[in-house]
């Protein structure tokens, strides 16, 4: 089977079946067209190698098709098929180039052959296209290798005649070299060394001078012996070791000279070949001022450190102070407060006493009646023990509190209940308001409790202050608290219609000390220490506000949930 494609083109759909069948074991790929139209379509969609063509068929005949195809392709080789025997026929078939002719009926055995002569005609012209295609492209290769090989040998000759001269100008250069070395090495400001297996084999005059003595008691000696300071095991260890894993390496050593001398040397080594065998360079620098200074600033340095820590201690301490005074101003300003909630039980136990001091004299006094009383008197009492502990456990050092969940609601709730009565007597509407939810979080009680009072107070200052600026007295204080939960945090407003803040102080407020009251009216901490509660529970605080007109606060901490 041949590996070519052909295409016949015959109109008889029959002989066309018959051709297929015959050539199938023949040829490999082959396509079929009814007429010269669509054979001709066909030639361009497969490029065949080879066409077996009627002449004589509707729509266009075969010698057209034929035409069409030479215009565009004069080397295809096309056999064409005709049951005219007319001359005139072939001579224009000849005309067009065609390789072969076929009167009809076609017999088998000439279809066959003509079809296998031409197959092997077009496998032999593609090897030989082939070959010439790998004869031009082998002898281009050549081409370009002959290119390249002289242009290497132009290149390595210039190379030769290049490095011939820079033999001959580095050999002048390694005398000039060699002998400006030697004057380095002699007339260096640092002591040069070479020692091998921890021997000194050689010196420079500075080394010498450093040490203090002639060369001849050096040369030959180990020169851990004259190192005095704690690290010279570890230095005649480095210099015995075969193979350093470190080939450059520094220490600073105390040596003592023939003289009895002290003196500190920074040596820096590095590992070289000398005469094929690993040889240390050292290369040791006086360090002794240095070493001396480094002393005496490290003693200052040490006294430095012990005074820096002092009054650090001493700013902590006074900024605890500060700290505790502003909750204890938060306090005074609840005082009125804390009272009117102190005396409701205190009325109430007065009442009960009363109560039985009267049924005493009636005579009219049973059990029953005085265990319900008692009952009665004793919640009272709790009710101020729990209040105040509460103002105790407040007021008290939070630093080291631990984190536990707190409800957000009822911290909220506990501090309005502490300045309710003072803000009615200031005539401030605070309300508050939430809806039904989840509102736990992690952090201490008592520590959100002064964050949201210091923010009340502030809002209560502003209202004041606008309240005082109205010129009317139809202006109404308003605060409000409202609380709500977004996706997985807390949300506390608090918002108040007060002076607002100003442009120019905005950006103070959350400094520490920075304070817009007079020095008996605050201490300027309040939304500094705020703000770091809030940032220690993994929250955030957020201000907006509009002067003259309004202030809001949010606060934003992480909702625990279960």
Avoid at 158 to 174: P, V
Avoid at 368 to 374: A, E, L, T
Avoid at 503 to 529: A, M, Q, R, V, W
Wanted: aromatic share 6%; with cysteine.
């Amino acid at each position: 089977m041949f590996d070519i494609k052909l295409l016949i083109v015959e109109d008889d759909p029959i002989i066309r079946n018959i051709y297929y069948r015959v050539l199938e074991k023949t040829v490999n790929e082959m396509h079929l067209a009814s007429n010269g139209e669509e054979g001709l379509q066909k030639y361009f969609d497969i490029k065949p190698d080879l066409i077996l063509s009627d002449i004589k068929m509707p729509i266009m005949n075969g010698l057209d098709m034929i035409r069409e195809i030479r215009d565009r392709n004069a080397n295809v080789r096309i056999i064409i098929m005709s049951a005219y025997g007319e001359s005139r026929y072939f001579l224009n078939a000849i005309e067009t180039g065609v390789k072969g002719f076929l009167i009809k009926p076609v017999k088998n055995e000439h279809l066959i052959k003509i079809v296998t002569e031409q197959a092997n005609d077009i496998l032999l012209e593609r090897n030989l296209a082939e070959a010439e295609k790998r004869r031009i492209e082998a002898e281009k290769e050549l081409i370009n290798m002959n290119i390249t090989l002289e242009k290497r040998v132009r290149e390595r000759t210039k190379e030769l005649e290049l490095e011939i001269a820079e033999r001959t100008n580095a050999q002048l250069l390694l005398r000039e070299s060699e002998e400006k070395y030697r004057l380095i090495y002699e007339n260096a400001s640092d002591g040069i060394l070479l020692v091998q297996n921890g021997i000194i084999i050689l010196l420079n005059p500075t080394m010498v001078n450093l040490m203090q003595d002639i060369p001849r008691n050096l040369i030959g000696k180990p020169l851990y012996k004259f190192i005095k300071s704690k690290n010279a095991d570890e230095i005649k260890e480095y210099f015995l070791d075969e193979q350093p894993l470190e080939t450059e390496k520094s220490f600073e050593v105390m040596i003592s000279t023939k003289r009895e001398k002290q003196k500190w040397l920074e040596l820096k080594i590095n590992i070289i070949d000398w005469d094929n065998e690993a040889g240390y360079l050292v290369f040791a620098s006086n360090i002794t001022l240095r070493k001396l200074a480094q002393l005496n600033l490290t003693k200052l340095n040490k006294n430095l450190e012990k005074r820096v820590e002092s009054e650090v201690e001493k700013v902590k301490s006074q900024q605890q102070l500060l700290i505790q005074k502003s909750k204890l101003e938060s306090l005074g300003e609840l005082s009125a407060g804390l009272a009117h909630e102190i005396n409701q039980p205190l009325g109430g136990i007065s009442m009960g006493l009363e109560n039985i001091i009267y049924k005493i004299a009636e005579g009219d006094l049973n059990t029953n009646y005085i265990k319900s009383k008692i009952n009665v008197l004793f919640q009272d009492i709790d009710r101020i023990k729990n209040i105040i502990e509460h103002v105790r456990i407040f007021s008290r050092d939070q630093q080291r509190a631990d984190h536990s969940i707190i409800n957000v609601i009822e911290v909220i709730s506990k501090s309005i209940s502490l300045i309710n009565r003072q803000y009615l007597n200031h005539s401030v509407d605070l309300q508050f308001t939430y809806p039904e939810g989840i509102y736990t979080t992690s952090g201490n009680a008592f520590k959100l409790e002064q964050v949201i009072l210091n923010m009340l107070s502030n809002s209560k200052s502003a209202v004041d202050k606008r309240a005082a600026q109205a010129k009317n007295h139809d202006f109404n204080k308003k605060i409000k608290i409202e609380v709500e939960t977004e996706d997985d945090f807390i949300l506390i407003y608090i918002s108040d219609n007060g002076i607002g803040i100003s442009d120019k102080i905005f950006d103070k407020i959350f400094d520490p000390f920075f304070t817009t009251k007079d020095e008996e009216s605050g201490t300027g901490l309040g939304l500094s220490i705020s703000y770091g509660i809030i940032k220690e529970m993994n929250g955030l605080i957020r201000v907006e506000s509009s002067p003259q007109e309004c202030t809001k606060l949010t606060i934003e901490l992480p909702l625990i949930k279960g």
